[in-house]
């Protein structure tokens, strides 16, 4: 299996290569225009990531999430929830990179075979960075009704959270 999975991408590269040539397909050229247009995409892109970027650097020094942290933990420990995967829960769905940065400080702070780290390693697997997603993609595209993505994408990430809980403490606890 090791070796089929090596193979796969390779593989995958050769087909369309070779389907592009069997159609006729000026294969080379319509890859550098593709890259040229995701080049674009990139620059258009730039203004929502620095802006998103600045507002979670901005939620984080303002102390607004040493205060959400202290509302939430009586809860978190009502449920058992380890309170210390709150705030990969709150910062998961704003910044990719942010919360691989949380996810490294608890390793760091607990051990890598913690339930803590086990459960906030599944919750980065399993959710998105919706808030992230919606400014900057959605934003770069000019979607400006965003109400009904923002819910179902909250609404996905809580079900992550959950799942998250109960998979690490099934599995591991």
């Known amino acids: 299996m090791q070796h089929i999975s090596a193979l796969v991408i390779p593989l995958l590269i050769l087909f369309i290569i070779s389907h592009g040539l069997y159609k006729k397909v000026a294969v080379y050229e319509e890859f550098v225009e593709g890259a040229k247009e995701g080049f674009s995409t990139a620059v258009r892109i730039i203004p929502y990531l620095v802006a998103i970027l600045f507002a979670i650097a901005m939620f984080r020094a303002s102390g607004s999430m040493d205060i959400l942290l202290a509302l939430m933990s009586p809860l978190f420990s009502f449920l058992d929830i380890p309170v210390e995967t709150l705030t990969m829960a709150i910062i998961r769905p704003m910044s990719g990179s942010g919360s691989v940065g949380v996810l490294a ?30 400014a900057v993609y959605f934003g770069a595209v000019g979607i400006k009704k965003t109400g009904y993505a923002l819910q179902v994408g909250l609404i996905a990430d809580a079900t992550g959270f959950v799942a998250a809980v109960a998979v690490g403490y099934w599995f591991f606890a």
């Open 105 to 134: 400080d608890l390793i760091q702070t607990h051990g890598e075979d913690s339930i803590i780290v086990k459960i906030a390693a599944i919750m980065f697997g399993s959710t998105e960075t919706t808030l992230y997603v919606l």
